[in-house]
Every structure is written in C-alpha cells, then in structure tokens.
C-alpha cells in the first residue's frame, strides 16, 4: 500500500535526514512532499534523486496527505500538528509539544514499540528528544537486571542546536584561527574551542531543558515512572554525534561481557577493546549512521558505567520518525 506523506520541517537537518531515510529505506511513498515554515521562495530539498519544491505550511492542504512527519519545533507543532488532525492526517512528531502528555505515546519503536498496540486510536504519536531515544535503547537492554538509578553525563554536537549552530561552530574556529573575533549568536558563550554546560533554559530548581527531558522522557519510555535520573547536559565544539558518559545502579549488576552481549543483542554496535589505544567509538566515527554505538563497558561497585554515542540527526531522530512511520503502516494504522 502506497501512501501520500508530508514531512513539515523539510529544511532542517532533521528534515533532510527524514527525507533521506524514506528514500533509502523505499518508503512506500505514492508522493512525498516538502512542507516548512516562511516564505520558501522557490527553495527545493532533495529526496533521492528528485528535487522537491517547499510548501509553506501556512498555505499547505493536509488533506493531501495520510502521513505528516512534523520536525520542524515545537511551535510550528502547536500551530500545525491539530490543522493536520483535523484534516483526517496522522501525524508523527519530534518536537518538545507532545512528549509528556499523558495522552499521546512517545514511541522508540525498538524500546516500547509494542506499546502502540494498547492505543485505539493512533493520530499522533510523539517521539522523543534525540538525546533521550539512543540512550533509552541502551538502557532497554540491560531491563531485565533491574534498573534503580541512572547517572548520565551527555556531550551534545551543534547540529543538534541546527544549521545555523554549525555555521557559528564553523566561523568562531575559523576566526580564531585568524585571531579575528566572530559572532556569539546561537549560543550565550563562544562554542569553538569551548565546553557549555546548560542546553536550553536552566529552571528555578536549577535543572536545564535539555536534562529535564532526560529526566522525563526516559521513565516513560522504559515505563519506569519510579527511576532516578541524574543528568548534566553539555554543548561540545563537535558538528555531528552526541556522545553520553553513563553509570547506572542495578538490582542485580551484569558483569562487563554479559552486558556487551546485551546490548549486541538489541542490536547495538559494541565498540570496547580495552587492550587497544583506539578501541572504542566517538562521533567521528558514527556521524551519517542510523545506529548506535556502545562503548568503555565496565563492572562499577553499584552496576556498570558505559559510554554510548550516536549520530543526533539520523539516529536520534530521522530514524524514530522513518521507523515509527513504517511501523504505523505495517499494523495497518495507516489504512
Ligand atoms: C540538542 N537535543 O541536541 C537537542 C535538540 N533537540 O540540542
């Protein structure tokens, strides 16, 4: 069965990654088209090997379309995701609008995509921030050992801030190189050569954006409301790949080889030769990958600390958004 599928957002790099996935993956598409917010002014975006114009989403008939992945932020998403509803359209969202409403699911289709099945009625699913989905399909692996406390240290690339980050990433190295100042914009402090400590905004209980999602996202996707989550989110001078330092506390703590077997088992890529210098993965390595990557295995005195990297636009998000796509259509939620 073929269907019609928008995806709101098509400019981004999120966008882009969505594009390129349903065409790798032969989405079975009957026309896909592109659909952002502004003025697109003739703008065009690849998918495969075809050129698609951008729609503007203010001028854009859902009605065209069965499917809308919308990853264009939460704004565009409060705005555009109850037009596309109403227009009969489901809807598949990766931005902050939905993830905690209780009424929608926030899906990781290999950590609780079973649990779509419990859902009558499928006209939106949300899907976690990209710095939740890699590590909540770590996490998943190591379930069955009784998971009590995680402690998580994350080190998150300027692509997940957006185009217009990478650039600033780009010029401030380039600047400095020149010993020429450039431009602070994207973020408050200069990012090239440098390590920022706060994603988004920091609330009155001293607690970032970015580690509030940590804190919230995954106890809903392992469907552990009782776990502890202690997160500290950092910016890094990197372009693509976030990259999580992780300790957690278990019932009963798996020895280092049993672990790496567990997460090869869900089909993670175990990196971790200790003996060798160059034995574990970093985000060179995994940037333009839809998989993630598992690496520094070892027993702690409470469990096991692990370190896990993936690439933010294609694994962390692109690919929720293409595999929950596929999963809908599968189970006939799109028919
Ligand atoms: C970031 N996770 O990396 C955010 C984007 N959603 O900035």
Known sequence: RMIPVAVVGATGLVGQAVLDLLA???FPASRVFAVDAGEQDGQTVSFGNIELDVHDVEDFAFDQVRLAIFVAGADVSRRFVPEAGKAGVAVIDFSGAYRLDGDIPLIVPEVNGDTLADWESLSLVSLPNCTVAPLAR????????GLSRITVSTYQSVSGSGQAAMEELANQTT???????????????????????????????GVSDEERSLMLELPRLLGRTD???EAMCVRVPVFFGHAWSVHVETATPPDADRARKLFAAVGLHVVDEPSREDGFATPMEVAGSEDVWV???RATPRGLAFWVVADNVR????????????????DGRLD
């Open 315 to 330: 694994a962390g998000a692109a690919r929720n958004a293409v595999r929950v796509a596929e999963r809908l259509l599968a």
């Open 175 to 205: 600047a400095l190189f020149n010993q020429r100042e450039s431009d602070v914009a994207v973020y408050p402090k200069r990012i090239a050569f440098n390590l920022l400590p706060a994603i988004g905004a920091i609330g009155e209980d």
């Open 227 to 229: 776990l502890i989550i």
């Open 138 to 145: 770590a996490l998943k692996a190591l379930e069955a050992h």
């Open 295 to 297: 690496s520094r295995v």
């Open 24 to 26: 790798e993956r032969q």
